[in-house]
């Protein structure tokens, strides 16, 4: 069978049409960050930018917000099933009852201690199941990933930034 011009034009705006509703349901569905989230990452980010990061400073406390907002900035461009991954580990590690069991931390997020942080971190990291290696994996990816995405950051790597006049 073979399609007429009016045919194919009516098809063609059609499919359009139906991707453009499926990237708009796509973007409608992106996870925002909890508070619970946040301040869980702020720590986590803390941990593991420790040697990067000024004092007990309010600069500190800013670079740790524009991280933990790459962060996500990040997680809202991966596929919807690894975001639902991610938010799952979130939900878990903000949970009280998840936090102590999965990280040996007890107090709350914003009253954890870095070295408290890094040693849940390092078990992580080090641990006999590949489920806890994976999640410190992407914790870890995620913290780099959203640092090393801001222009003020390079000059400590000696990173010169993108090849200009390529494109």
């Known amino acids: 069978m073979m399609f007429s011009r009016r045919q194919f ?82 939900g878990l590690l903000v949970l009280a009852p998840g936090r102590l069991v999965l990280a040996g931390v007890s107090k709350p997020w914003r009253e954890a201690t870095v070295g408290e942080v890094s040693g849940f971190l390092q078990s992580w990291r080090s641990s006999r199941l590949a489920l806890l290696q994976g999640a410190y994996g992407a914790l870890h990816d995620l913290t780099f990933g959203a640092w090393y995405a801001r222009p003020d950051t390079w000059e400590a790597i000696a990173y010169p930034g993108p090849p200009r006049g390529y494109f």
Not at 20 to 45: K, P
């Open 9 to 90: 034009i009516k098809t063609g705006l059609a499919g359009s049409l139906l991707l453009s509703l499926c990237g708009w349901l796509n973007a409608a569905g992106a996870r925002r960050l909890s508070a619970g989230e946040r301040e869980m990452l702020t720590a986590l980010c803390g941990a593991l930018l420790a040697g990067a990061l000024p004092g007990d400073t309010e600069e500190r406390r800013r670079l740790l917000a524009l991280t933990v907002d790459g962060i996500a900035t990040e997680i809202s461009g991966l596929s919807l099933a690894s975001q639902k991954e991610i938010g799952e580990l979130f």
